[in-house]
């Protein structure tokens, strides 16, 4: 079980370093996965139980890749400057349904599916909030066309809005959590000793 868990993580390593470059850009994929994810849950749910076999990876692929064409050209239609931006991570909406498909996520609790949407949601907010200050020096850019963002210093470091930054930043944050996890850890030893 630990082998399609590892590989569904691997998948959503993809856009959440890639498309989250700024904080609109994040909030754009989180809106699309969430939409596209939810329909194909929707609609496979009265599936599962009649198909079998290859039926079932065939209708899994034809469903997401429906779905995920559908939401790219409304997104291309509508929000055409962060369509530019992450088309080339909107092809992967699809695999990421047919993983999580296969690796039982819909057939859990809902509880542990919405909790696990949220820490990934949560997640790409904060690095694409911390990408964008760091980077760009602003907070906000490209959410509204009237509105350049909240500038919070003049210049930011341009390594971070590249994906190399990202893995840095993550490696950071990954640091930072685990160093906060040990000291708690001790600090609730000491208590109970």
């Known amino acids: 079980m630990k082998r399609p868990a590892t590989l569904t993580h691997s998948l959503m390593l993809v856009p959440l370093l890639g498309t989250t470059a700024t904080l609109s850009a994040a909030l754009g994929m989180i809106l699309m ?3 596209v994810t939810g329909a194909f849950a929707v609609c496979m749910a009265p599936l599962r139980k009649r198909l079998k076999g290859a039926s079932t990876l065939l209708t899994c692929l034809l469903l997401a890749a429906t779905l995920t064409s559908c939401a790219d050209t409304l997104a291309q239609r509508w929000f055409l400057p962060w369509h530019q931006a992450s088309a080339i991570y909107t092809g992967l909406i699809a695999l990421q349904c047919i993983v999580l498909e296969y690796t039982g996520f ?21 690095l694409g909030g911390l990408r964008e200050i760091f980077g760009h020096g602003t907070l906000g850019r490209g959410l509204s066309a009237h509105w350049q963002g ?7 470091l341009h390594l971070l809005t590249l994906v190399p930054g990202a893995f840095v930043l993550l490696g950071l944050l990954l640091a930072a959590r685990q160093a906060w996890t040990r000291r708690n850890s001790v600090i609730k030893e000491t208590h109970h000793s």
């Open 33 to 35: 996965l969430g939409v």
């Open 106 to 126: 819909f057939s859990r609790p809902a509880a542990s599916r919405v909790k696990d949407c949220v820490v990934y949601g949560g997640l790409m907010v904060s």
């Open 150 to 156: 909240l500038v919070i210093f003049p210049e930011g």
